[in-house]
């Protein structure tokens, strides 16, 4: 007995299409999270992503609506953040990623969504870490523009740290560890211009030099 064969109709989607939408999600997904701060600290995947990683992971069941996985970031938010406070336009930013998430996915053969989620992932996980990379170029900007002022040029900057091999275009990170192994006046640089930006510089900087 011969069964009868079952047609199986597969739509196309155009992914390079659809590039421009994942690109503005992961942007209101990444202005939601310049704000976050994760509670336990560090840089890893899992505290990059924040709430938005677990967000994710509802949205990929099928079975939340937009309120409820408002509902549920912001209480993982509330949760998970340092401060636990989530700003207007923060929350302005989230619900309007999840909108325009929920729009691109209802428009995807249910074949295409998986895909769409993972690149929505890696996209906004992408802009997180180039502006982190950013932050950071802005620090070192910002530190060597504070030894300039004080020393004027490499060679007095060098006398005063006792290290030939230093100047302002190669620097050593201005980090807690960097001031712990310090000693003179260099040690006095790194210690004034932590006092003067804030601990948190110092612990992000940190982070993000033991990536490398």
Do not use: C
Request: proline share 4%.
């Amino acid at each position: 007995m011969f069964r009868k064969p079952i047609a199986v109709h597969w739509e196309r989607f155009d992914f390079e299409a659809a590039k421009p939408e994942v690109e503005e999600i992961a942007h209101h997904f990444g202005a939601y999270l310049s704000s976050y701060r994760d509670k336990e600290g560090g840089r890893s995947r899992h505290a990059t992503m924040g709430p938005v990683g677990k967000l994710l992971q509802q949205v990929r069941t099928g079975e939340w609506g937009l309120e409820d996985l408002l509902g549920f970031a912001v209480r993982t938010h509330e949760m998970s953040d340092a401060t636990g406070y989530l700003s207007p336009e923060a929350h302005n930013q989230l619900r309007a990623g999840i909108e325009k998430l929920l729009d691109l996915l209802q428009r995807a053969p249910l074949t295409a969504r998986p895909t769409l989620l993972s690149r929505v992932e890696y996209a906004t996980y992408y802009q997180q870490k180039l502006r982190l990379l950013e932050y950071l170029q802005g620090v070192m900007g910002d530190w060597a523009a504070f030894l300039r002022a004080k020393y004027g040029d490499d060679q007095a900057l060098r006398q005063a740290w006792s290290d030939p091999r230093v100047s302002f275009e190669r620097l050593p990170y201005p980090s807690e560890k960097a001031l712990a192994g310090a000693t003179g006046a260099k040690r006095e640089d790194i210690a004034a211009f932590l006092a003067e930006k804030g601990k948190e510089v110092a612990e992000i900087v940190e982070e993000i030099e033991e990536e490398e």
